[in-house]
């Protein structure tokens, strides 16, 4: 990557790379995306994506495009999804598989940080919303034929980015944005921590210091060693080394209070910046939204996703659909969902959903 980066409008490719027909998603074009951003404080940045294109001639007008946003998978730049064969885990490549088989182009983008230079931003919705949608500005300039017609969809941390990116669709020129899906999306980042202290289960630790340290880089009143003190200071950054999928064994020898130790007081400052950078709720989004969640996550609670709708219909939201699937956890309501979902997208200028058969998510 060119060191600075010249400056650019948002979306502008600075490279890509095409690595020919993809196995993992039905043998569809990839290309690895290196385009510009700006982040919460209007700073242009470079950010990485993945574009994925369905073989064979486009149909008339051309493919509508897909957005995809993630859910976490680690703030090294080792985690960033495009350079996973699979974009990170195995759902997902059914997910992007699916709607490639629908007839979509799917472009997913890895947010600022991750696989670019600089620390990821994790939870930032800004960030993470202009990233989307730059991705989608990035992946027409480099394919011109692909139809204007454009969908965010997202899952867990990519569920808030997806609403996001509703808000900021605007900076897609030439563009007409159909809507957002929020899976499970992250919300309530200010009763994040707190929730981690008191469940007392290690495993959970990861997300609360991804999202320490997404709130330090973006945020200069927050300084992580100070807050967080040398010993979980070395604790977190041997987390922050290793990837969601094979999390550092430091964390079975911790516990949360060790590794979070603050103060009522602080977990109260910190708690309300987390939010007002990352609350999916704080605005009302005036494109179409369909919230799906699990019944059984045990990841987002189905009261969170129930009470973000509600706040984002209060705000002047003029469509908020809400499907809950019983029984389903974090990852297998993708599946579950995946029918309704193509549905939505249908209703709102998308390509059809007949024919559509809901898969079984594939752990990994």
């Not at 997208?345 to 998510?361: D, E, I, N, Y």
Request: with cysteine; hydrophobic share 45%; glycine share 12%.
């Amino acid at each position: 990557m060119p060191q600075p980066l010249p400056p650019a409008p948002p979306g502008t490719p600075v490279a890509a790379t095409r690595h020919g027909p993809d196995p993992r998603t039905g043998a569809a074009e990839r290309w690895t995306v290196l385009h510009h951003s700006t982040d919460a404080h209007g700073k242009d940045i470079a950010v990485s994506s993945t574009l994925l294109v369905p073989g064979g001639a486009p149909p008339p007008g051309g493919r509508p495009v897909l957005a995809w946003a993630h859910g976490t998978t680690g703030i090294a730049d080792a985690c960033a999804p495009s350079q996973a064969a699979n974009l990170g885990f195995n759902v997902y490549a059914q997910e992007a598989g699916a709607f490639l088989r629908a007839g979509y182009a799917v472009v997913a983008t890895d947010y600022p940080g991750l696989g670019t230079p600089g620390p990821h931003t994790y939870l930032v919705g800004p960030d993470e919303g202009n990233a989307v949608v730059d991705s989608v500005t990035a992946a027409h300039r480099l394919l011109p034929d692909l139809a204007p017609t454009w969908f965010a969809v997202g899952h867990s941390q990519g569920g808030q980015a997806a609403l996001f990116a509703a808000r900021a669709a605007g900076r897609a020129p030439g563009t007409r944005f159909g809507g957002a899906v929020a899976v499970a999306p992250a919300s309530h980042l200010d009763a994040m921590l707190p929730g981690v202290i008191a469940a007392h289960q290690p495993g959970s630790l990861a997300f609360a210091l991804y999202s320490l340290a997404g709130l330090s880089a973006t945020d200069p009143g927050v300084d992580l060693a100070r807050l967080l003190g040398p010993s979980a200071t070395r604790t977190a950054r041997q987390v922050f080394e290793e990837c969601l999928t094979a999390p550092h064994p430091a964390l079975a020898r911790t516990t949360t209070e060790r590794a979070l130790p603050l103060d009522r007081a602080q977990l109260a400052v910190v708690g309300g910046r987390m939010a007002a950078y990352g609350n999916p709720d704080r605005a009302a989004v005036h494109a179409p939204v369909l919230m799906v969640q699990g019944g059984a996550d045990q990841d987002v609670p189905a009261a969170w996703t129930a009470q973000v709708a509600r706040n984002l219909r209060a705000l002047g939201s003029p469509s908020v659909t809400e499907r809950m699937y019983a029984g389903a956890g974090h990852d297998d309501v993708l599946g579950r969902s995946f029918c309704d979902v193509l549905a939505f997208l249908g209703a709102h200028g998308g390509v059809s959903a007949k024919g559509c058969v809901p898969f079984r998510a594939e752990a990994g």
